[in-house]
């Protein structure tokens, strides 16, 4: 009985603040100050982020609901729900030029996504790979580009594609949008490209494979989780571009043939509606933009977290 109350007393004194306390006690109370800790970024973390998943889903949904609405609806209650589920409003967004800005716009990514990614990752892969006297040069120069604002070279922007005689032209603006995504993507695949194991790219040249042949058949495939991923971004990014086609993508006289891209049709369509009040319309318009980008990110969400995660695990 008097061992038992020994015991009991010394656990007493180890529970007391300032009594003695063995390593074993040491041990658990870190461990429990440890998961409190845990316990509380996870509450704060998953908390913030169901508040920014809020702040994103609930526009969403806003914009979608005013798609099927009427004017009446739209200005009776934000989100109550359409009366008739129907596509009139969308029939009338494609009517009044969407559908010319949306096929505008693919045609110019059709060409300006793949050019990026090929002369991006070419470049990332030789500053990554070899080195030759201006190596850090050029590379910096890259990254430099990306720090660079936009709307600081609108101006001779504009007079370099003036006088190559390109503006209101796919080609102008393509060659200008993988102008300013270059830097991106040589900055994210140099560095992908430098975890890539080292005796892959030896093997093949011992086994007398070209440069363009390693390139191409031995580090483009190994690389793909990262062009990938730079890929989307680059998808996204011009996709939803402005400033640049709302300066170069102007019709230089009336004979010239509308190219406007799409972020300009949604403005264009806001400015005809006028006193109109046809809001479902300008709803419709921005849902039509705004789907393809959601849709290919779903898509591809998996890939393109593995692909920036990919480098930091090699």
């Known amino acids: ?23 074993d006690g040491e041990g658990r109370r870190g461990a429990r100050a440890g ?5 509380a970024l996870n509450v704060f973390s998953h908390g913030f982020l169901l508040l920014w998943a809020v702040m994103i889903v609930l526009p969403l949904v806003w914009l979608l609901l005013g798609s099927f609405k009427t004017d009446s609806e739209i200005g009776a209650s934000a989100w109550s729900w359409p009366s008739n589920w129907n596509l009139d409003a969308f029939n009338r967004a494609w009517e009044k030029g ?4 949306f096929v505008n716009t693919l045609i110019v990514l059709a060409f300006s996504i793949p050019l990026t990614m090929l002369l991006g990752s070419m470049a990332a892969y030789v500053l990554a790979r070899y080195d030759f006297p201006g190596n850090r040069f050029f590379y910096y120069f890259f990254v430099a ?19 190559l005689g390109m503006l209101n032209t796919y080609q102008g603006l393509i060659l200008v949008y993988v102008a300013y995504s270059l830097p991106f993507t040589v900055f994210f695949m140099h560095a992908f490209f430098r975890t890539l194991p080292t005796a892959v790219h030896e093997a093949a040249v011992i086994d007398g494979a070209s440069h363009t042949r390693i390139f191409f058949q ?3 495939p190994m690389a793909k989780p990262g062009l990938l991923s730079v890929g989307i971004f680059n998808v996204l990014g011009q996709w939803n571009q402005y400033i640049l ?17 799409l972020t300009q049709g949604l403005v264009l369509l806001n400015q005809q509606q006028g006193y109109e009040g046809d809001l479902p319309v300008i709803f419709a318009g921005m849902t039509i933009a705004m789907l393809p980008v959601i849709v290919v990110y779903l898509s591809f969400q998996r890939q393109v977290q593995s692909g920036l995660t990919a480098g930091t695990l090699k």
């Open 1 to 23: 009985m008097s061992q038992t109350r020994t015991i009991s007393d010394v656990a007493k004194d180890d529970a007391r603040p300032g009594g003695p306390v063995t390593k």
């Open 35 to 39: 998961a409190e800790e845990g316990r």
């Open 98 to 101: 969407i559908g010319d800005y």
């Open 145 to 163: 580009g990306a720090m660079f604002p936009v709307y600081l070279g609108l101006v001779p922007l504009y007079f370099l594609v003036d006088m």
């Open 218 to 220: 031995v580090m483009v």
């Open 245 to 261: 086609p709302m300066t170069l993508m102007q019709q230089q006289s009336g004979f010239d043939k509308d190219r406007s891209v």
